[in-house]
């Protein structure tokens, strides 16, 4: 499995537009750890600096205008402000791939649904 854990900053707010809001964790262990993950969605779970843990919907991925990977994750059943709080996430499963919408909001939404209903099942 693996581990990175990281402050929580603000990201661009797409996935709050579309009804999954995510933590994007700050990259600096990621980089400092020169991580090579591959890029896709993952099943997992999030710890928060309390302990709580959730189930989470894990992204890796694809590199931003800073020319560094995306590291988020969805919180299942989870509602609140994480910004400045430092959180792990641990990947257990290897999902599928990153995909490229085109900017098809739809067809996005249908993919994060199937996704999330699929990580609650591998939990149970």
């Known amino acids: 499995m ?3 854990s990281g402050k929580v900053i603000h990201g661009d707010g797409y996935g709050k537009v579309l009804g999954f809001p995510t933590a994007n964790l700050d990259r600096r262990e990621y980089l400092w750890k ?3 993950v591959k890029f896709g969605v993952y099943s997992g779970i999030s710890i928060l600096s309390s ?3 959730y189930k989470a919907g894990i992204t890796i991925g694809p ?3 800073k020319g560094l990977p ?3 994750a969805y919180l299942i059943g989870f509602s609140g402000n994480l910004y400045g709080k430092k959180i792990t996430i641990i990947l257990q499963k290897y999902l599928r791939g990153w995909i490229n919408f085109g900017g098809n909001e739809e067809a996005l939404k249908k993919q994060l649904q199937k996704d999330i209903l699929k990580i609650k099942n591998l939990f149970k």
Do not use: A, F, V
């Open 34 to 36: 020169k991580m090579k």
């Open 51 to 53: 302990g709580k843990k």
């Open 70 to 72: 995306k590291l988020e």
């Open 2 to 4: 693996i581990t990175i």
């Open 63 to 65: 590199i931003d205008s």
